[in-house]
């Protein structure tokens, strides 16, 4: 079972498997640069939507979309073709023209930093907040999506329910250092290794700290995994 103690040898074994695989969330991180507005427009329209679909839409927008201004001057119907097939993108469309209104009025027409300030634009919850503040902005910040937090229950870092469960639990298990990195570590992970089914638990590079690897070990359930 993984422990406190395990975080560094954890970290390390994910950053080398970062590096090597070819996961989703790596082509994702590479197809927008990482300023407030892309990082911001990407992480909105990556909600409920595959990686590999979110880069391909973020591919076309932003050959037409570089700023808020463009994004406040573009015609709607043209800005639903350019984000389609994303999840939800009529409502997306609707939030990313309510964006530039928004920030004008609140903030002067700048992105904040802040995760809690964030949250008070139009399609931005708390995962999303959490990931544009901590990559844009370089605060520590740790974003909880479905990958980290199975993963990391999995592992028994954290015995938790629900998302804010996981990020404030992780935040008692991991150094303030790590926060920024947990995400696309974690999420690669679980993209090509810890699996939501039938994960790669031979080929596991942390199976060692994994309870949940012990008890498919040892209830003799391992071949199946």
Same mark, same amino acid.
């Given at each position: ?5 395990? #975080? ?77 097939? #994303?999840?939800f993108y009529k409502v997306k469309t609707r939030q990313l023209k309510q964006l530039p209104e928004t920030l004008k009025r609140l903030f002067g027409g700048k992105i904040p930093d802040s995760a809690e300030n964030?949250?008070?634009?139009? =399609? #931005? =919850? ?5 990931? #544009?503040?901590?990559?844009?902005? =370089? ?16 592992? =028994? ?69």
């Amino acid at each position: 079972m993984a422990q406190k103690a395990n #975080v560094p040898m954890i970290i390390s074994a994910l950053r080398a498997h970062y590096r090597r695989c070819k996961a989703p969330i790596a082509k994702f991180e590479r197809s927008h640069p990482d300023t407030p507005f892309h990082t911001l427009i990407a992480t909105i329209l990556s909600s409920r939507t595959l990686d590999h679909t979110t880069s391909t839409a973020c591919r076309r927008l932003f050959k037409a979309v570089h700023n808020i201004d463009d994004l406040e001057n573009i015609p709607a119907t043209k800005l639903k073709k350019l984000i389609y097939p #994303v999840g939800f993108y009529k409502v997306k469309t609707r939030q990313l023209k309510q964006l530039p209104e928004t920030l004008k009025r609140l903030f002067g027409g700048k992105i904040p930093d802040s995760a809690e300030n964030l949250m008070r634009l139009p =399609g #931005v =919850g708390r995962k999303t907040a959490n990931l #544009v503040a901590s990559r844009a902005f =370089g605060k520590d910040e740790i974003c909880v999506d479905t990958h980290v937090h199975r993963v990391n229950n999995r592992l =028994g870092l954290v015995h938790t329910k629900t998302p804010l469960e996981t990020e404030n639990g992780l935040k008692q298990v991991f150094p303030g250092k790590y926060w920024r990195e947990i995400n696309h570590l974690f999420v690669a992970f679980g993209q090509t290794i810890c699996r939501p089914l039938r994960p790669k638990c031979e080929q596991c590079p942390i199976n060692k700290y994994c309870q949940y690897y012990d008890f498919l070990k040892y209830s003799g359930k391992n071949k199946r995994s």
